[in-house]
Every structure is written in structure tokens, then in C-alpha cells.
């Protein structure tokens, strides 16, 4: 079946720094990949669609300068979290539209 | 997306059927009804999706009605490992997907 992998699973950084996360489709070819992030005791919120050689489109309130996307190839999605600071923590998600909608198993960011 | 409303928890019994219901009464008719689970602290599973018809797979069974304003998906033999947070999502093919809050479903021994 399809595949996504997420990486890192989990991650630490300081306050003030970027953290990339990379999301790959593994077994297929996806042209849009979505960015999900993950509050505890919350549900999914969409930030934003990611589509292969294009711009992200972000959903209201999602800051698109801090939160950087990049999908250059049909296989790679790339989240950035620039500047990070402490309410930047959180769980993030990848999907990736390929064969219907499959998931990453999600990066647990902590900004100290 | 179609707005879905599903209760917030429920328990049963490991061994015994899970019967979830999902309200979508607001559903349009080229949206599909998915279903997808999420095990703490890990990425949401897919479980299973239709627009009209009922479905089967190895996971589970989803039963729509047929005016389309709800659904139900079963899980026909829960075990411990099915205890996970639930979700009913309406949306077109090839169309983001938004959760909503989702059902708690714990499994008893």
C-alpha cells in the first residue's frame, strides 16, 4: 500500500532557529501533499496544501513567511518552521493525495 | 467540506461489534464520506470511504443511508488495539480533507 515518511519523528530546537521537516511519498507520485499541525488534546488543523512546482496555498491565519513549503519533486515535501519559538510546538503532519489520502506518522516538534 | 457532527466518545466491549454513527447531513452529492482513525501520537489511519453505496473492507464496514445525511461505520470485532480517536470526514475526490473533533472510542477487555 502507499506510503509516507515523515522525518524526524521528533525534534528539539532552540528558541530562535529553523527546523525542516521533510514528508516523502515512498511508493507513488504525489502532485499535492497537505501540512497538517496538531495541538494536544486537539484535532488535525490544515495549514496548508502543498502542490508540486507551485506555491503553497495557506489557510487563514497560517503565516506563509514562517512556515515555509517547498515541493520540488512529486516525491518530497518540505515544511520549514523559521524563527521558531515555544507556541511552535506541536505535532506536525504530512499527506500525501496519491492513492486517496495517506499520512506521515508525524514530527513532534519542541522549541525550548 | 462537509460539515459532520459524531459523538465525542464511546466505549465497548473487545470482542463485541463498534458501531460509530457520523451525522453529514449537510453533504453534497459529489462528496465522499471517509473515515479515518488516529492512535495517539501517530498520523491518522485510513479505515475506509464511499459516496452512495455501502462498503467492506479488512478493517471495517461503513453503511450510509440512503438519503446520505449519516452514516455508520463498524468495526466488527473490536479489539484493544482499536482504541483510537475516530473520525468522519465529507469531502470531494482529490479535495483537502479538514477533522473535525472526532470520536474517543475505548475498547474494554
Request: include cysteine; charge should be neutral; hydrophobic fraction near 30%.
Amino acid at each position: 500500500g502507499a506510503v509516507v515518511s515523515q522525518h524526524p519523528s521528533r525534534v528539539i530546537c532552540k528558541s530562535g532557529t529553523s527546523v525542516k521537516i521533510e514528508c516523502r511519498s515512498l511508493d507513488f507520485q504525489a502532485t499535492t501533499m497537505f501540512w497538517y499541525r496538531q495541538f494536544p488534546k486537539q484535532s488535525l488543523m490544515l495549514m496548508a496544501t502543498s502542490n508540486e512546482g507551485s506555491k503553497a496555498t495557506y489557510e487563514q491565519g497560517v503565516e506563509k513567511d514562517k512556515f515555509l513549503i517547498n515541493h520540488a519533486s512529486l516525491t518530497l515535501s518540505t515544511l520549514t518552521v523559521t524563527s521558531a519559538h515555544p507556541e511552535d510546538s506541536s505535532f506536525y503532519i504530512c499527506s500525501a493525495e496519491g492513492n486517496g489520502y495517506t499520512f506521515g506518522s508525524g514530527t513532534r516538534l519542541t522549541v525550548v | 467540506d462537509a460539515k459532520t457532527t459524531q459523538p465525542p466518545s464511546m466505549d465497548c466491549a473487545e470482542g463485541r461489534a463498534a458501531n460509530l454513527p457520523c451525522n453529514h447531513s449537510t453533504i453534497s452529492g459529489n462528496e465522499y464520506v471517509y473515515w479515518y482513525r488516529q492512535i495517539h501520537s501517530q498520523g491518522p489511519q485510513y479505515i475506509i470511504h464511499g459516496l452512495k453505496n455501502n462498503e467492506t473492507n479488512e478493517m471495517a464496514s461503513l453503511i450510509i443511508t440512503e438519503d446520505r445525511k449519516s452514516s455508520t461505520l463498524i468495526l466488527p470485532h473490536a479489539t484493544l488495539r482499536d482504541t483510537a480517536v475516530y473520525y468522519c470526514i465529507g469531502a470531494a475526490n482529490d479535495y483537502k480533507l479538514s477533522f473535525g473533533a472526532g470520536t474517543t472510542v475505548t475498547v474494554r477487555a
